[in-house]
C-alpha cells in the first residue's frame, strides 16, 4: 500500500512571515489526518523559519531546487547540504517552469536527482508535456523520454525513494485539470516503464498528479489506481484549501 503524499510547491510566492502564518494554520487544520505524508515546499528564504514553525509537527519540509554539484562558484545556487542542514527532506525537481523558464535539461534533472539522494533528500521529480505535445499524441513518448532522461545517472537502488510528479504542462495554473481517466493512463504508463526498468520497485514508487489541483477535484484524482497524491501550487497558497485537498487524500 502507498502511502499518498500532498506536497505545496509555493513558487515564487510568500514571504517569510506568511510562510510561518501558513505552516501554523496547516498544522491545526491537519489535527487527526496522520495517513497522508504532508509536504510544504517554500521559497529558499523562508526554509529555516519554515522548519521552526514545522517542529515537531508531521508536515515535512522541501526545496523547490538545488544545485546538483557539492560547492562551489555557482552564484545563485544552493546545494543539498544547505538544503539538509535546514530540514528538507524533499526538494522538488525538474519542475516544468525550470524546465521552459531556465532551460533545465533531463542531464541536469538526473545530476540533482542523484545528489540529493546521496545527500539524504528525497527528490520529487517532476515529467510533463505541453499543450502542442498533447495535441500531436506525444504524450507518452514525451513523458518516457523525461523519465529515462532524468533517471539516467540514478543508481538503480535508490530508485524506490523517488517521488514522481505528473503535471500536464498545458494543465498547470490554467484551472484546466487533466481528467482523472487521463491522468490515470499516464501514471499506469509511468509504472509499467519502472517496472520493465526497475522491477517490482515501481509497486512501491509514489506517483503524484499535478496541475490545478483544487479542493474541488483532489477526491476524484485521488480514487484512481496510480495517483498517489498530489502536488499542489496555487490551491496550496491557502492552508484551508490545501488541508482540504490533504483530506481528499486521507479518504482515499
Ligand atoms: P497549479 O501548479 O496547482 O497552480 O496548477 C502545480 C505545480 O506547478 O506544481
Redesign the pocket.
Known amino acids: 500500500m502507498r502511502r499518498p503524499i500532498v506536497a505545496a ?1 509555493f513558487k515564487m510566492h510568500l514571504t517569510g512571515p506568511e510562510v510561518v502564518a501558513h505552516a501554523e494554520a496547516l498544522v491545526a487544520a491537519l489535527a487527526g489526518v496522520d495517513d497522508v505524508e504532508v509536504v510544504v515546499a517554500p521559497p529558499f528564504p523562508a526554509l529555516e523559519r519554515a522548519a521552526r514553525a514545522l517542529e515537531g509537527s508531521p508536515v515535512r519540509l522541501a526545496a523547490q531546487n538545488v544545485h546538483a554539484e557539492p560547492r562551489g562558484a555557482f552564484t545563485g545556487e544552493v546545494s543539498v547540504e544547505m538544503l539538509a542542514e535546514v530540514g528538507c527532506r524533499y526538494t522538488i525537481v525538474g ?1 516544468s517552469e525550470r524546465r521552459a523558464l531556465f532551460r533545465e535539461t533531463d542531464a541536469e534533472v538526473s545530476a540533482k536527482a542523484a545528489a540529493l539522494l546521496a545527500g539524504g533528500i528525497r527528490p520529487i521529480l517532476c515529467l510533463g508535456e505541453s499543450l502542442a505535445q498533447r495535441e500531436a499524441d506525444q504524450t507518452r513518448t514525451v513523458v518516457a523520454a523525461q523519465l529515462e532522461g532524468s533517471l539516467a545517472g540514478v543508481p538503480g537502488d535508490r530508485i524506490p525513494e523517488l517521488v514522481i510528479a505528473y ?1 500536464p504542462v498545458w ?3 490554467t484551472g484546466r485539470t487533466a481528467t482523472p481517466e487521463l491522468a490515470q493512463e499516464v501514471h499506469a504508463a509511468i509504472r509499467e516503464q519502472l517496472e520493465r526498468s526497475h522491477g517490482a520497485a515501481a509497486a512501491g514508487i509514489r506517483i503524484l498528479y ?4 483544487k479542493p474541488d477535484n483532489a477526491a476524484e484524482l485521488m480514487a484512481q489506481a496510480d495517483i498517489d497524491g498530489a ?5 496550496s497558497l491557502d492552508p484551508a484549501s490545501f488541508a482540504s485537498i490533504v483530506r481528499a487524500a486521507s479518504s482515499r
Open positions: 510547491n519542475h503535471e494543465a498547470i495554473g499535478g496541475g490545478s489541483v502536488l499542489v501550487g496555487g490551491a
